[in-house]
């Protein structure tokens, strides 16, 4: 099987790639290995991946129609797994048109290149950000996703009624992806189990908003990674009988699916705190914070239609992952 892997030099999107090689297929990766984070940390995901005969790295961005074009030309991908995106929540307060750029035009190129090129299946990143303002838990995809709280939430909300779109005009099989803090070895300096283990571990205060009163459902990266590949396995088919009053948004009488990809059990985040100062060995200091704006308190995945359609079933603890995290954290920074 032929891939293309959008935001190869990602966190999720290397991750992907070496187990899709290492499993027998072809792969071109491509990143514009933007500034937003560390370049040499993207740069040391890709390399990785040198010396494997089955990849390929082109850098490219997405909003390049001209090349976007060409490379899906080129390549005629049977499968694209669509990870590259401008990430981060509260980046998007300040630097709105980079999300409009990347993730809604790159989106719409990726869409356009599935679609004259005969992709029998996208597979792409949304994000438990889409939930916003929705209270009930466990979130589930039956859910309203109707008010995001950030511009990050609403470009990825954009991103799964685009690729509806596309699958109800012209057959392209879409499946959505929403992923739930994600972390483990290789992770994003932005997010949150980095910038703990960078301040911790240089005797830094942590900042803790919202005075602590916060969970997250923490997911770990290979159990993430596994539940992308069982469901770029799984083509999504109509549903005829499907109608919108009646149906879940998360199907369609086009071939659509959107699925939750969590862990299915939230930590406190004082709780996520602890587990990595036992795993640095060092009692943090903590600064409380108030909330911030875009953030929400807590995520909580339903992750049941996912079990139900492609047997997905996270095996990674709390305690396991964060320490597998922290080992690599001072192994690579030290």
Known sequence: MKYLVTGVAGFIGSRVAERLCGAGH???GIDNLNDYYDVSLKQDRLNKLDGEALFTFKQLDLSDRDGMAQ???????ERVI???AQA????????PFAYADSNLVGTLCVLEGCRHNKVEHLVYASSS??????KKMPFATSDSVDHPVSFYAATKKANEMMAHSYSHLYGLPTTGLRFFTVYGPWGRPDMAPMLFASAISADKPIKVFNHGDMSRDFTYIDDIVAGVLLCADKV???DPSWTV???SPATSSAPYRIYNIGNGSPVRLMDFIAELERALGKTAEKIMMPMQDGDVQATWADTEDLFKSVGYKPKVGISEGVKSFADWYLNYYF
């Open 26 to 28: 072809e792969v071109v």
């Open 71 to 77: 490379l899906f030309a080129d390549g005629q991908f």
């Open 82 to 84: 669509h990870l590259g």
């Open 88 to 95: 981060g929540v509260r980046y998007s307060i300040t630097n």
């Open 129 to 134: 950000s889409t939930y916003g303002l929705n």
């Open 236 to 238: 999504p088919q109509p």
């Open 245 to 247: 009053e009646e149906g």
